[in-house]
């Protein structure tokens, strides 16, 4: 009985996991290594993949930073009054329900270049929307409850009395958070981090909407996948996702390592 | 006064946890905070710390007002209840990082933490975390850490909650002699009698937010202010009506009295065991309870239950016996006055041992 | 400035910085489409979601999701269970690739599920020779949403299964329950609590998925154009308050799913 379930269940992985990734790397090498870095190397892509490597750079600094301190403030603030954390609380969560062409789309709507915010910008040059600080702001919006999520739970569990203990001994709120707090919720917030790699490396359907995929200006790794896809270029669209593929993978080890050290921390 | 506290307030919502609280201690006393869970004790020795505001009153170290002072500007040791020890940081690291923060030079934290290490006995230890340490030694760590700074106040909420039975004494003496030692003013809270028996110079005993009183343990033991009180120290026995018991008629005139017996008050034995045998009444014995040094005895007098200790020494009881019994004297209280009643039958001072 | 003063400064910049940065960035867009999609007066909403291939695509996304979910509830159930209460070789590594799916860009899952599945590869040529096609039809969108959610009910289950009380299930044996009876009675009814909260939270991402399911559905408009597209669609045109209006139906039902689902842990944690 457990070999059928064992057997049964190493079968939905190879086939439901396995074979895709496996596809994909044979799909790459459908013209050999010309082939394959054919696809990588032309303009197009090494565009796209900056672009791609610039968004995660900022939105994973900016979430992270924000997400620890907001993550803090919901657990600890004294400031906040119980009913307005849990509301805060419970929206946090909003941008996982959120598809990403609709986050795509709030976005548009809210600083596009029809909207009022958006148009005051446009005609002072700064153009968001169909630009890279449009596509910066739909990847925060949807990477937005990642560190926060991780960091939280162990911010409950230590409990405030170290810190008080801290503050007995003299210690102001830098020096605290440095000494006492940070190192005890370290690798959550490192495990946040890759997550927030992971899903802004891979963002897809808001960037599309936001950037309006423009060649050589918008575009990014994912966004120049679709384009390929669409334009039936099948090996070079094989090229770039093999790449995300293998960053995936690398993050996926990343994370499952974060995860171990973040439980026995 | 180095410490002294004046119309202490504090509210929690609805709940008024501390009410109009005033106290002042000298400079080298080790005070106890006693009381039952939930009435306030913790949260006077917080204000104290800082670590709550109080809603009014005024907080006072030297004749100075503290009330605007962060805890961090205090100069006050804190020992937590589950020893809030830096999980991450060795022992010597938690005890220097008070000195690390006020940024004393490096070979100067290094004797005050040799010196320290030594004092709580924790020699061989310094380099160990937390999870690697006893209970008993968990809570030395959290002492020595509070010492290092040299503060002018230590105070300790329950610090032997959370420690085994048999440590805990150990613990107790060795903390009496370590703050007798150093002669640090000091303030702790326990729920425990005989700690705060044991431990303390004097005692406050805290009620549901009031201060009921403040003393040395004998005074409070023998002249109780309160019906409170003087149920809460030792295992006392209500009595309805005390004008039943033999020695106690008088009390008749004051109707709607009611009597507190402490066990330590009430003799008993066989007649030959009696001086003044015209003094005691017959009773049954109920119920015998060994504890491991003496015999609890649960006894019948008329309709009125009383609870004694009886010796090892002296002859065994059994349930269903027929006894004498004397009470010596009794805490009588109603609702406008209370005070203690000897005996009336007794002809001279009976030297009680407790 | 002393000490204790300084710090008060910079403790009120950056708490206003911070939530400034929260509402800004989450609840004014929110609100935003919410406002927009009603724009045009409550007629002009209702208009646009009664569009037919408005409404046919919300329901076809409601169907296609529930029937992915199923399938996760089915096959996650089990490969859960396995993970946790088997020891054989291998199995940390599949541990590890249940989170795939999280890892990987949506639009790389859809061209993978493309090539393997496409009319010119071995499964797909397979499918066809029994007549029924994959690609670019249903099937497609389905396999593409059980792939995406693949990680959620297995993650809820097994803290769940960890957190099994042996003790429970010696019970039912010594009390001559057999090892199915056991499973039913026992063992299920306390894995229902993850099933139920991974699958509602399955089911809500496949009603989002965008990135896979465009590539591989074909996108024939009531027959295979799911929300997302239809919405993305509705951008491409130029026809923001159309797109806004089946946006708003979508984040809703979205939201009362997540809202629901945070009430049944909340009352698992205080029950």
Same mark, same amino acid.
């Given at each position: 009985?457990?070999?059928?379930?064992?057997?049964?269940?190493?079968?939905?992985?190879?086939?439901?996991?396995?074979?895709?990734?496996?596809?994909?790397?044979?799909?790459?090498?459908?013209?050999?290594?010309?082939?394959?870095?054919?696809?990588?190397?032309?303009?197009?892509?090494?565009?796209?993949?900056?672009?791609?490597?610039?968004?995660?750079?900022?939105?994973?600094?900016?979430?992270?930073?924000?997400?620890?301190?907001?993550?803090?403030?919901?657990?600890?603030?004294?400031?906040?009054?119980?009913?307005?954390?849990?509301?805060?609380?419970?929206?946090?969560?909003?941008?996982?329900?959120?598809?990403?062409?609709?986050?795509?789309?709030?976005?548009?709507?809210?600083?596009?270049?029809?909207?009022?915010?958006?148009?005051?910008?446009?005609?002072?040059?700064?153009?968001?929307?169909?630009?890279?600080?449009?596509?910066?702001?739909?990847?925060?919006?949807?990477?937005?409850?990642?560190?926060?999520?991780?960091?939280?739970?162990?911010?409950?569990?230590?409990?405030?009395?170290?810190?008080?203990?801290?503050?007995?001994?003299?210690?102001?709120?830098?020096?605290?958070?440095?000494?006492?707090?940070?190192?005890?919720?370290?690798?959550?917030?490192?495990?946040?981090?890759?997550?927030?790699?992971?899903?802004?490396?891979?963002?897809?359907?808001?960037?599309?909407?936001?950037?309006?995929?423009?060649?050589?200006?918008?575009?990014?790794?994912?966004?120049?996948?679709?384009?390929?896809?669409?334009?039936?270029?099948?090996?070079?669209?094989?090229?770039?996702?093999?790449?995300?593929?293998?960053?995936?993978?690398?993050?996926?080890?990343?994370?499952?390592?974060?995860?171990?050290?973040?439980?026995?921390? | 006064?180095?410490?002294?506290?004046?119309?202490?307030?504090?509210?929690?919502?609805?709940?008024?946890?501390?009410?109009?609280?005033?106290?002042?201690?000298?400079?080298?006393?080790?005070?106890?905070?006693?009381?039952?869970?939930?009435?306030?004790?913790?949260?006077?020795?917080?204000?104290?710390?800082?670590? !709550?505001?109080? *809603? =009014?009153?005024? &907080?006072?170290?030297? /004749?100075?007002?503290?009330?605007?002072?962060? #805890?961090?500007?205090?100069?006050?040791?804190?020992?937590?209840?589950?020893?809030?020890?830096?999980?991450?940081?060795?022992?010597?690291?938690?005890?220097?990082?008070?000195?690390?923060?006020?940024?004393?030079?490096?070979?100067?934290?290094?004797?005050?933490?040799?010196?320290?290490?030594?004092?709580?006995?924790?020699?061989?230890?310094?380099?160990?975390?937390?999870?690697?340490?006893?209970?008993?030694?968990?809570?030395?760590?959290?002492?020595?850490?509070?010492?290092?700074?040299?503060?002018?106040?230590?105070?300790?909420?329950?610090?032997?909650?959370?420690?085994?039975?048999?440590?805990?004494?150990?613990?107790?003496?060795?903390?009496?002699?370590?703050?007798?030692?150093?002669?640090?003013?000091?303030?702790?809270?326990?729920?425990?009698?005989?700690?705060?028996? !044991?431990?303390? *110079? =004097?005692?406050? &005993?805290?009620?549901? /937010?009031?201060?009921?009183?403040?003393?040395? #343990?004998?005074?409070?033991?023998?002249?109780?202010?309160?019906?409170?009180?003087?149920?809460?120290?030792?295992?006392?026995?209500?009595?309805?009506?005390?004008?039943?018991?033999?020695?106690?008629?008088?009390?008749?005139?004051?109707?709607?009295?009611?009597?507190?017996?402490?066990?330590?008050?009430?003799?008993?034995?066989?007649?030959?065991?009696?001086?003044?045998?015209?003094?005691?009444?017959?009773?049954?014995?109920?119920?015998?309870?060994?504890?491991?040094?003496?015999?609890?005895?649960?006894?019948?007098?008329?309709?009125?239950?009383?609870?004694?200790?009886?010796?090892?020494?002296?002859?065994?009881?059994?349930?269903?016996?027929?006894?004498?019994?004397?009470?010596?004297?009794?805490?009588?209280?109603?609702?406008?006055?209370?005070?203690?009643?000897?005996?009336?039958?007794?002809?001279?001072?009976?030297?009680?041992?407790? | 400035?002393?000490?204790?003063?300084?710090?008060?400064?910079?403790?009120?910049?950056?708490?206003?910085?911070?939530?400034?940065?929260?509402?800004?960035?989450?609840?004014?867009?929110?609100?935003?489409?919410?406002?927009?999609?009603?724009?045009?007066?409550?007629?002009?909403?209702?208009?646009?979601?009664?569009?037919?291939?408005?409404?046919?695509?919300?329901?076809?996304?409601?169907?296609?999701?529930?029937?992915?979910?199923?399938?996760?509830?089915?096959?996650?159930?089990?490969?859960?269970?396995?993970?946790?209460?088997?020891?054989?070789?291998?199995?940390?590594?599949?541990?590890?690739?249940?989170?795939?799916?999280?890892?990987?860009?949506?639009?790389?899952?859809?061209?993978?599920?493309?090539?393997?599945?496409?009319?010119?590869?071995?499964?797909?040529?397979?499918?066809?020779?029994?007549?029924?096609?994959?690609?670019?039809?249903?099937?497609?969108?389905?396999?593409?949403?059980?792939?995406?959610?693949?990680?959620?009910?297995?993650?809820?289950?097994?803290?769940?299964?960890?957190?099994?009380?042996?003790?429970?299930?010696?019970?039912?044996?010594?009390?001559?329950?057999?090892?199915?009876?056991?499973?039913?009675?026992?063992?299920?009814?306390?894995?229902?609590?993850?099933?139920?909260?991974?699958?509602?939270?399955?089911?809500?991402?496949?009603?989002?998925?965008?990135?896979?399911?465009?590539?591989?559905?074909?996108?024939?408009?009531?027959?295979?154009?799911?929300?997302?597209?239809?919405?993305?669609?509705?951008?491409?045109?130029?026809?923001?308050?159309?797109?806004?209006?089946?946006?708003?139906?979508?984040?809703?039902?979205?939201?009362?799913?997540?809202?629901?689902?945070?009430?049944?842990?909340?009352?698992?944690?205080?029950?």
């Amino acid at each position: 009985m457990r070999r059928l379930w064992i057997g049964l269940t190493f079968l939905v992985f190879a086939l439901l996991l396995g074979a895709p990734v496996v596809r994909i790397a044979m799909g790459a090498w459908n013209d050999g290594w010309s082939g394959f870095a054919g696809g990588l190397t032309r303009p197009e892509a090494v565009h796209a993949l900056a672009m791609t490597g610039l968004i995660v750079v900022a939105v994973t600094v900016i979430n992270t930073v924000f997400g620890v301190m907001l993550a803090m403030y919901l657990v600890r603030a004294a400031w906040l009054g119980p009913r307005l954390k849990k509301l805060l609380n419970s929206i946090v969560d909003l941008p996982f329900a959120v598809s990403p062409v609709i986050g795509g789309l709030m976005i548009v709507l809210l600083l596009g270049p029809d909207s009022a915010i958006g148009g005051l910008l446009g005609a002072a040059g700064i153009k968001i929307v169909y630009a890279l600080p449009g596509m910066i702001l739909a990847t925060l919006f949807v990477t937005f409850p990642l560190v926060i999520r991780e960091v939280m739970p162990v911010l409950q569990e230590i409990g405030t009395q170290q810190e008080e203990a801290a503050a007995m001994l003299g210690a102001y709120g830098w020096t605290t958070f440095r000494r006492v707090t940070w190192p005890q919720i370290r690798w959550s917030v490192v495990y946040g981090i890759v997550l927030t790699v992971a899903r802004s490396l891979g963002e897809f359907g808001a960037v599309l909407v936001v950037s309006g995929n423009i060649l050589f200006k918008t575009q990014t790794a994912t966004t120049l996948v679709y384009q390929d896809v669409e334009n039936f270029s099948l090996t070079s669209a094989n090229a770039v996702a093999l790449v995300l593929a293998a960053g995936s993978v690398a993050l996926l080890l990343l994370m499952e390592w974060a995860k171990s050290r973040q439980k026995h921390a | 006064m180095h410490v002294e506290v004046r119309g202490l307030n504090k509210r929690f919502g609805e709940f008024h946890a501390v009410k109009n609280v005033g106290f002042s201690i000298a400079k080298g006393q080790l005070i106890g905070l006693l009381g039952p869970s939930g009435g306030g004790k913790t949260s006077i020795l917080r204000m104290l710390a800082g670590l !709550e505001t109080p *809603d =009014e009153g005024d &907080i006072l170290f030297h /004749g100075k007002r503290v009330n605007d002072l962060p #805890p961090q500007e205090r100069g006050i040791g804190f020992v937590f209840q589950n020893y809030a020890l830096f999980k991450h940081m060795t022992v010597e690291g938690n005890i220097a990082f008070g000195l690390e923060v006020k940024k004393w030079p490096k070979p100067r934290i290094r004797e005050r933490v040799a010196e320290l290490v030594e004092l709580t006995g924790l020699s061989g230890f310094e380099k160990r975390y937390p999870h690697q340490l006893s209970g008993g030694q968990r809570q030395r760590v959290a002492f020595a850490r509070a010492l290092a700074p040299e503060p002018q106040l230590l105070l300790l909420d329950e610090p032997f909650a959370a420690i085994d039975a048999k440590i805990r004494q150990e613990l107790r003496s060795w903390l009496r002699e370590m703050i007798d030692r150093l002669g640090i003013t000091s303030i702790f809270v326990t729920h425990d009698q005989d700690e705060a028996i !044991e431990v303390a *110079d =004097e005692i406050m &005993i805290i009620n549901q /937010g009031n201060l009921e009183q403040k003393g040395t #343990p004998w005074d409070i033991y023998k002249n109780p202010q309160t019906p409170f009180v003087a149920s809460f120290i030792g295992e006392s026995t209500i009595v309805e009506d005390i004008s039943s018991l033999r020695g106690f008629e008088d009390a008749r005139a004051w109707p709607g009295t009611r009597g507190l017996i402490r066990p330590e008050y009430v003799e008993i034995g066989k007649p030959s065991e009696f001086q003044i045998l015209s003094a005691t009444e017959t009773g049954r014995v109920k119920h015998l309870q060994f504890r491991g040094s003496e015999w609890l005895v649960e006894l019948e007098v008329g309709s009125t239950r009383l609870v004694t200790y009886r010796s090892l020494e002296k002859e065994v009881l059994h349930p269903g016996d027929e006894i004498q019994v004397l009470v010596h004297r009794a805490y009588l209280f109603n609702d406008n006055d209370s005070w203690i009643m000897e005996n009336k039958l007794k002809e001279d001072r009976t030297y009680v041992e407790i | 400035m002393s000490s204790k003063l300084k710090n008060r400064w910079w403790g009120w910049g950056f708490r206003s910085a911070v939530m400034l940065y929260f509402i800004i960035l989450i609840v004014l867009p929110i609100l935003g489409i919410y406002g927009q999609s009603l724009s045009d007066g409550w007629k002009a909403f209702m208009d646009n979601i009664r569009e037919p291939l408005a409404w046919k695509s919300v329901q076809l996304t409601v169907w296609m999701a529930l029937i992915a979910t199923a399938v996760n509830i089915a096959i996650g159930t089990m490969a859960g269970w396995v993970l946790i209460r088997y020891r054989f070789p291998g199995r940390s590594l599949l541990n590890s690739m249940v989170d795939l799916p999280f890892a990987l860009p949506t639009a790389v899952a859809g061209l993978m599920i493309l090539l393997l599945l496409g009319p010119q590869s071995p499964i797909g040529r397979w499918a066809e020779h029994f007549g029924f096609s994959i690609l670019f039809h249903r099937p497609a969108i389905i396999i593409a949403m059980v792939f995406v959610t693949f990680p959620f009910v297995i993650r809820a289950i097994q803290p769940l299964l960890e957190e099994l009380d042996p003790a429970e299930e010696e019970a039912a044996y010594t009390m001559g329950a057999s090892r199915f009876k056991t499973f039913f009675r026992v063992i299920f009814p306390n894995m229902l609590p993850g099933i139920a909260s991974g699958a509602m939270l399955a089911f809500s991402r496949a009603l989002a998925e965008f990135g896979a399911v465009v590539l591989v559905a074909g996108n024939i408009p009531g027959r295979t154009l799911i929300a997302s597209v239809y919405i993305f669609g509705e951008i491409e045109s130029d026809n923001a308050a159309g797109a806004a209006a089946v946006s708003v139906i979508l984040l809703t039902l979205s939201f009362l799913i997540l809202w629901f689902v945070n009430h049944l842990q909340s009352r698992r944690r205080t029950a």
